[in-house]
């Protein structure tokens, strides 16, 4: 991976999106190297978490290259955006948990890749009130309309009022306002935010990792659809869980008043 460095330390992995003078900006090239990222973490059955951050202070990711978009076509516009769109579904869909880790501008593009992540922590401003997380879909004010998902996932994450405001005015918001609307899960200074989601990643990593992914499975597909069959696939997950050593070990543990060995994700 050209733009995309890769970190595992223990049982999760830190991504770090690595095209500082574009502001990180996605690029094919970037969302080839995520693609391949997703490979990499997939077939690492060691790896329990992910949290995904981008290099430098000021841009988690600044949005899609808007000089490789410029000259598309009709045609090259919706190549462009299923790429992005199937790479983000494959985030999205990762069995594992993930963690976005947004240190700055995480606009158009960036928010949407944020957004594909299960859980999104974001920078605060510094004492003078500069820098910090900033959130956006700033399409329109391009011509464009949000291309990797922005229409569909921000209006499930926050309401559909308030997404549609964001998006028709292409007004970017700062990490205060984005927790109080429910768009992120907690706001850190910028020197506290990557301590604290690789905090957040291995407090997760030390459960049973087949019952988290079977709890992100659960809820991502009962979201789909409707409450009787999101019973359904509750139910079938739970059952699948008397299956794994780690349901042996972690109720073994319990009854007998001693802490649980480390889980084998077995």
């Given amino acids: 991976m050209t733009h995309v460095l890769l970190e595992k330390k223990e049982h999760i992995a830190v991504a770090t999106i690595n095209r500082p003078k574009a502001l990180n900006a996605l690029n ?26 981008g ?4 841009a988690f990711v600044a949005g899609a290259d808007i000089g ?22 494959r985030i999205e869909t990762l069995p594992i948990p993930t963690i976005a880790a947004v240190n ?24 003078e009130g500069k820098g910090g ?10 011509g464009i309309t949000p291309g990797f998902g922005g229409t569909q996932r921000l209006a499930r994450l926050v309401s559909p009022g308030m997404a549609k405001q964001l998006i028709y005015t292409a007004k970017n918001i700062k990490a205060d306002e984005a927790l109080r609307i429910g768009l992120v899960n907690a706001v850190y200074p910028l020197e506290e935010l990557m301590p604290a989601a690789e905090k957040l990643a291995q407090t997760i990593a030390k459960n049973a990792p087949i019952a988290v992914r079977a709890c992100k499975k659960a809820i991502n597909d009962g979201l789909q659809t409707d409450m009787d069959q999101a019973i359904v696939i509750e139910e079938k997950l ?25 889980y084998q994700n077995k």
């Fill in 28 to 53: 094919s090239e970037v969302l080839s190297d995520l693609n391949e990222l997703v490979d990499i973490v997939t077939a690492d059955q060691d790896i329990y978490a992910l949290v995904i951050t």
């Fill in 55 to 58: 290099s430098g202070e000021k």
């Fill in 68 to 89: 490789e978009m410029s000259t598309l076509t009709k045609e090259g516009g919706e190549a462009f955006g299923k790429h992005g769109n199937d790479v983000f579904r």
């Fill in 104 to 127: 700055g501008f995480a606009l158009g593009g960036g928010c949407e890749l944020a957004m594909a992540c299960d859980i999104i922590l974001a920078a605060g401003p510094n004492a």
């Fill in 133 to 142: 997380a900033k959130f956006g879909q700033p399409e329109v004010g391009l």
């Fill in 238 to 262: 739970f059952g699948s869980c008397f299956e794994t050593a780690d349901q042996k070990e972690g109720m073994g543990a319990f009854l007998e008043k001693r802490k649980h060995e480390p």
